[in-house]
């Protein structure tokens, strides 16, 4: 080991001020953070966006008081690294956030996660590799009534959703049936149900689409018969984090079975927590569960590779959804830039250990 392995950067977490709450974005989340970082030895704080100033000597911090509660400023220096949790896509995409983020890299300091990705541009990269191309299903920009009617020839059903959705906000599934009388099925999703419009004609179809999507820009992608337990879907959700060598790898691996009424398996949308072991033993046996396991692992570091490379940027850490048909064949469904929290205790310890671990890489990279 050498002295550089012992070098403990100052690790700032990077958000956006709010007049109500001090700052935005989840605090538990940031809670965690910085209660890891600590016990790791490392000095973490939050910090805003208004508030990180490249040309001082010191920066307004915030840190959590577990004893009092609290959340408190004090005065810190300046981050070696800078962990970008801008929470949400209008925010960041402001030219004074993207100037400030700038003049941070500028001056030298590592900059861990750079944006959110955009729907259409990972199945654009997705698309550019051999190893990665053949797990994504079919994707097109939806801009037209006729593109529409073009994609449902080839592949009768599809889903229908935003490029910058989350948490299965907009979603909708589409199933077109030519022998029906109403041959066109289209299911929106609300909060935790969905509702089921039919019609007989695509004019029809489209106005009650462009209803629900005004003028928000959607892909539109062929529907996977995903594997299902208790007549109910579920996907995997896959959590990769660069190491302390700088190299991907896969933090954990969970499961969502899909509520009973929903098109998607999001649990606020009454989709559950699951163990993928079980689920992918029960459908497929022992042995050729082990081996979907590892094949899963291995796809997700693949789409992260590739994912990075498409970007242009090094990341350090993605989430990706992946569903498993009947089959046992592995889809990519899409790749978050800022994770969520995994309610899993062990994926989630080693992930928020892991922030530390690849910062202290990112940091040692930069000092040669
Ligand atoms: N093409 C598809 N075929 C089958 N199920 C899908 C498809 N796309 C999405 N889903 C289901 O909907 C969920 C949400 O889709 P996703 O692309 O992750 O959007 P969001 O950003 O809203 O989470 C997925 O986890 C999966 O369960
Ligand atoms: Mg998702």
Redesign the pocket.
């Known amino acids: 080991m050498s002295l550089h392995d012992d070098f403990k950067p100052v690790i700032a977490v990077l958000t956006m001020h709010d007049d109500q709450r001090m700052f935005r974005g989840n605090h538990q989340n940031f809670q965690d953070i910085i209660q890891t970082g600590e016990s790791m030895g490392y000095v973490v704080y939050i910090v805003t966006v208004r508030d990180l100033n490249v040309a001082g000597s010191t920066v307004k911090g915030y840190i959590y008081n577990k004893g009092s509660g609290k959340w408190t400023s004090q005065s810190f220096p300046l981050p070696h690294v800078l962990y970008n949790r801008i929470p949400n896509r209008e925010d960041e995409r402001k030219p004074s956030v993207q100037r400030k983020i700038a003049e941070c890299m500028e001056s030298g300091i590592e900059l861990y996660n750079p944006f959110f990705f955009n729907?259409w541009n990972l199945f654009e990269w997705l698309k550019k590799s051999k190893s990665t191309q053949n797990l994504i299903?079919y994707t097109r920009r939806m801009r037209s009534a006729s593109a529409l009617a073009t994609v449902l020839k080839s592949y009768p059903y599809l889903?229908l959703?935003p490029e910058s959705?989350?948490?299965?906000?907009g979603?909708m599934m589409l199933k077109f049936q030519e022998k029906d009388r109403l041959p066109y099925r289209l299911k929106v999703q609300s909060s935790r149900k969905s509702t089921t419009y039919k019609t007989a004609t695509l004019a029809k179809l489209w106005a009650r689409i462009r209803r629900e999507t005004g003028h928000t820009p959607y892909i539109m992608?062929?529907?996977?018969e995903?594997a299902s337990s208790r007549k109910r879907?579920f996907?995997l959700r896959v959590l990769v984090q660069k190491n302390s060598k700088g190299q991907w790898s896969v933090t954990g691996v969970g499961a969502?079975l899909?509520g009973s009424r929903s098109?998607?398996?999001?649990v606020p949308r009454g989709g559950s927590v699951e163990d993928p072991e079980k689920l992918l033993t029960e459908l497929f046996g022992e042995e050729l569960s082990n081996t979907l396991m590892k094949r899963v692992k291995s796809t997700s570091l693949m789409i992260a590779r590739q994912v990075e490379r498409g970007s242009g940027h090094t990341l350090g850490e993605m989430s990706m959804?992946l569903?498993v048909d009947d089959l046992g064949e592995i889809?990519f469904?899409?790749a978050?830039a800022k994770p969520m929290k995994f309610d899993e205790p062990q994926i989630r310890r080693r992930s928020l250990e892991r922030i530390f671990h690849y910062s202290a890489y990112l940091a040692r990279q930069s000092k040669r």
């Open positions: 729907k299903p889903y959703k959705g989350k948490a299965g906000k979603i992608q062929q529907g996977i995903l879907p996907d969502r899909a098109i998607t398996t999001h959804d569903g889809w469904f899409e978050n």
